[in-house]
Nanobody
Framework: QVRLVESGGGLVQAGGSLRLSCAVSRNILTSNTMAWYRQAPGKERDLVSS???????RYSDSVKGRFTISQDNAKNTMYLQMNNLKPEDTAVYYC?????????WGQGTQVTVSS
């Protein structure tokens, strides 16, 4: 079983920044892909950004240019640097990892952006 533990969420004003962390209990170099998703109240869970073990990244159009995904292989930790936050970024953010055929999720961390 793989554990993913997010941290770094909180309340921030519009235009502010937050950095989310996702600590993984397995060597992330053995993952297929890792990603951040988010789910706003009453909405579906959507992909925010993903990263592969070779460092290829993808972003949703809504966060491109504002968010940066990265990972520290030595710490088995993935990050999401979020800048210029907007009220529409308010959501629960989830860490995701795929190892082989298995998908794993963190418990989520709340991000609230006030206007």
């Amino acid at each position: 079983q793989v554990r993913l533990v997010e941290s770094g969420g909180g309340l921030v004003q519009a235009g502010g920044s937050l950095r989310l962390s996702c600590a993984v209990s397995r060597n992330i170099l053995t993952s297929n892909t890792m990603a951040w998703y988010r789910q706003a109240p009453g909405k579906e869970r959507d992909l925010v950004s993903s990263i592969t073990t070779v460092g290829n990244t993808r972003y949703s159009d809504s966060v491109k240019g504002r968010f940066t995904i990265s990972q520290d292989n030595a710490k088995n930790t993935m990050y999401l640097q979020m800048n210029n936050l907007k009220p529409e970024d308010t959501a629960v953010y989830y860490c995701y990892a795929r190892f082989g055929l298995n998908n794993y999720w963190g418990q989520g961390t709340q991000v609230t952006v006030s206007s």
